[in-house]
């Protein structure tokens, strides 16, 4: 997880050092957007996190799941609402295609879903918020 933290702090302190300083308004604007996608695809990887867990203890507590993938809605609203990029939109689609397939498989009984597609969606979700 730390390792994770440090690349995306890499990540966005390059994006920093290589926008000219003579960059106007809209290319701040531009690195703002990507720090917020990246800062919130960095939540939506601990609460795919949380969900991995929550799945692998739902005979006990159902309801955890549940909450993890409202958690990544809840960001995946932020990022659509942040952004114009195809890539990123298409990344948020994939992804809450995958968490409502998980929801639907916990709906049908399933006590041990695949969570891979969506650890696999917010991977690639990760990849192009990185500046």
Not at 2 to 20: D, E, W, Y
Not at 66 to 72: E, F, G, N, P, V
Not at 82 to 89: A, C, E, G, I, L
């Amino acid at each position: 997880m730390a390792a994770r933290h440090r690349r995306i702090a890499t990540a966005v302190a390059t994006a920093l050092i290589v926008v000219p300083a003579g960059v106007g308004l809209v290319g701040c604007d531009a690195v703002s957007k990507a720090l917020d996608c990246v800062q919130t695809a960095d939540t939506i990887a601990d609460s795919v996190t949380d969900l991995q867990q929550a799945v692998e203890n739902a005979g006990d507590n159902p309801a955890e799941a549940d909450r993890a993938l409202d958690d990544i809605n809840k960001n995946l609203d932020k990022i659509s609402d942040k952004t114009d990029d195809t890539d990123v939109n298409k990344a948020v689609d994939d992804l809450g295609e995958a968490v409502e397939n998980v929801r639907e498989s916990i709906r049908s009984g399933d006590s041990t879903p695949d969570v891979s597609p969506v650890t696999d969606a917010a991977g690639e979700l990760t990849k192009v918020c990185t500046p």
